[in-house]
């Protein structure tokens, strides 16, 4: 059951560059977006979240973007630094109403960033 | 900053042991979240709970496991009789009223022998 769906496990790219990781859903019932980021023996740390009503949110270095007709959502980091260096991952839930507010979550992408 | 705080960091016990995990959600936060990680896999929803009682439960969290906030601070989860398949980092979650954001802690590696 794969509602959400990071389908590039890494992603490598040159500090100072951009780097996008990507999200796909099937369901469409979630109305929230959130990303994630951790590192090793940590827990997830929130990064940026969009609500289905916009189509992107910007928070300093970091932007989402959402296509509700692809269900497709994007987070993009500019500049890359080499501290971006985590798991990122995509999280969605359905808080409409009679929804759920558990958040589901993809496999995550690992982002490297070269110095 | 505020932060969720989970203990143990690690855990090992025998399979068929019962196991505590304790969690101190922020304090301002109402919502409560258990989440689990086995290794490998992604992160999946447990249990949420609410006003002293689950909201609601994910399929994985059968009779086995249970919740409980027994005093204005800590939550735990209980798993009353181990199972390998129990193996996973747990990371508990708290919300702010308002918001759909849920801040997690750093988790508890358990790994049943």
């Known amino acids: 059951d794969q509602q959400v769906k990071q389908n590039s496990p890494s992603l490598s790219v040159q500090e100072g560059r951009i780097s996008i990781l990507n999200c796909d859903y099937t369901?469409?019932?979630?109305?929230?977006f959130l990303w994630y980021k951790k590192y090793p023996a940590e827990g997830p740390t929130f990064l940026i979240s969009?609500?289905?009503?916009?189509d992107k949110n910007e928070d300093g270095r970091f932007t989402v973007f959402l296509n509700k007709s692809a269900k497709h959502l994007s987070l993009h980091i500019v500049p890359s630094q080499p501290g971006d260096s985590a798991v990122y991952f995509c999280?969605?839930?359905?808080?409409?109403?009679?929804?759920?507010?558990?958040?589901?979550f993809g496999k995550g992408t690992k982002l490297t960033v070269n110095p | 900053e505020p932060e969720v705080t989970q203990t143990p960091s690690h855990q090992v016990t025998q399979m068929g042991q019962e196991v505590i995990l304790r969690c101190v959600p922020i304090?301002?936060?109402?919502?409560f979240y258990w989440y689990r990680q086995i290794l490998g896999q992604k992160v999946e929803f447990l249990v949420s709970?609410?006003?002293?009682?689950?909201?609601?439960k994910s399929e994985i969290f059968d009779d086995q496991f249970s919740v409980e906030r027994p005093d204005g601070s800590n939550f735990t989860l209980k798993i009353r009789s181990t199972k390998l398949e129990d193996s996973a980092m747990y990371f508990c979650?708290?919300?702010?009223?308002?918001?759909?954001?849920?801040?997690f802690g750093q988790g508890t590696r358990l790994t049943v022998v």
């Open positions: 969009i609500s289905s009503i916009k």
């Open positions: 999280a969605a839930s359905a808080q409409g109403q009679g929804g759920s507010e558990k958040l589901v």
């Open positions: 304090s301002n936060h109402l919502y």
């Open positions: 369901n469409s019932m979630f109305d929230y």
């Open positions: 709970f609410y006003n002293n009682e689950i909201s609601e």
């Open positions: 979650a708290s919300r702010r009223t308002g918001l759909t954001e849920a801040f």
